[in-house]
């Protein structure tokens, strides 16, 4: 069976959290080996809609598959094929990099653990600071142990929650490089972000606002669709609109 052109097709999906609708009928289309930019502003449930697309939280309605697998039946093989890297840094901080890595490999019951760390540390830069605790990197290496620890089981599908929140610029385009190095090797990654120059990198963009997808496309469509010249502009314009059509 060859496997299906998106990575992530779910339509419909809805979510209310205490008494309120935070993800409302949405449809999220992801091709393969592409990087999708996911941008809303706070509490616009990209959180939320990402936990459903891992298997972590349940829709309350909607369907689809995740790498073809479905969203609602199929969750422990979904989670196995991919990368989550929650909002929030999530490692121990009293733990070093290596041994950080080293959980997270018998946590996916890897057969060769110690080979993977190595070549994973090797691979992201790591080595040198492989026995620096978590709890002691800047706040660009937390994100790179982040990266490197969501990679470690070779997903297929990378679901990244502003992963360059707080980090400064150079390391910012030194994740954003490692982004593009890994959808060239043939990873989707759908990354959720405030930063519009992170947006412009992206290969397609979802505007979400109050729980609605406002607009999707490439740069190039949504600037033509919105008649902006920004994509700043572009983005007030549409989270207005939803605003506007708030009941
Ligand atoms: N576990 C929860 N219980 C109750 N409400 C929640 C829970 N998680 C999120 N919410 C609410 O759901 C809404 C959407 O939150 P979500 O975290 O998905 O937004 P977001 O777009 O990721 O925001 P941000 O940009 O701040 O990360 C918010 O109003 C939030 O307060
Ligand atoms: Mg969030």
Redesign the pocket.
């Known amino acids: 069976m060859s496997a299906p052109s998106y990575a992530i097709d779910v339509r419909d999906l809805s979510k209310t959290?205490?008494g309120?609708l935070?993800v409302n009928h949405v449809d999220v289309r992801v091709q393969r080996g592409k990087i999708y930019g996911f941008l809303?502003p706070?509490?616009?449930?990209?959180?939320?809609t990402i936990r459903m697309l891992c298997g972590l939280l349940t829709p309350d309605a909607g369907e689809g598959t995740c790498l073809g697998l479905d969203l609602r039946k199929d969750l422990e093989q979904i989670r196995l094929k991919v990368g989550y890297m929650t909002?929030k840094f999530s490692f121990w901080e009293d733990l070093t990099i290596e041994e950080n890595l080293n959980f997270v490999a018998s946590v996916f019951g890897m057969d060769t653990p110690k080979e993977r760390v190595r070549s994973c540390m090797e691979r992201f830069n790591l080595a040198a600071r492989a026995h620096q605790l978590a709890g002691a990197l800047s706040g660009g290496w937390k994100q790179r142990l982040a990266l490197a620890a969501c990679v470690l089981h070779e997903p297929e599908l990378l679901l990244l929650d502003?992963p360059t929140a707080g980090v400064d610029p150079k390391a910012r385009k030194e994740f954003w490089d490692e982004i593009r190095a890994l959808a060239a090797r043939g990873l989707t990654v759908l990354v959720?972000t405030?930063y519009m120059d992170e947006a412009e990198r992206c290969d397609q963009i979802l505007y979400v606002a109050y729980g609605n997808i406002m607009a999707e496309g490439t740069v190039e469509e949504i600037l033509q669709q919105s008649g902006f010249s920004s994509l700043e502009d572009s983005f007030i314009y549409y989270v207005n609109q939803a605003m506007e059509n708030q009941p």
């Not at 706070?42 to 939320?48: I, L, P, R, V, W």
């Open positions: 959290l205490e309120r935070v809303g706070n509490g616009s449930g990209k959180t939320t909002q502003e959720s405030h």
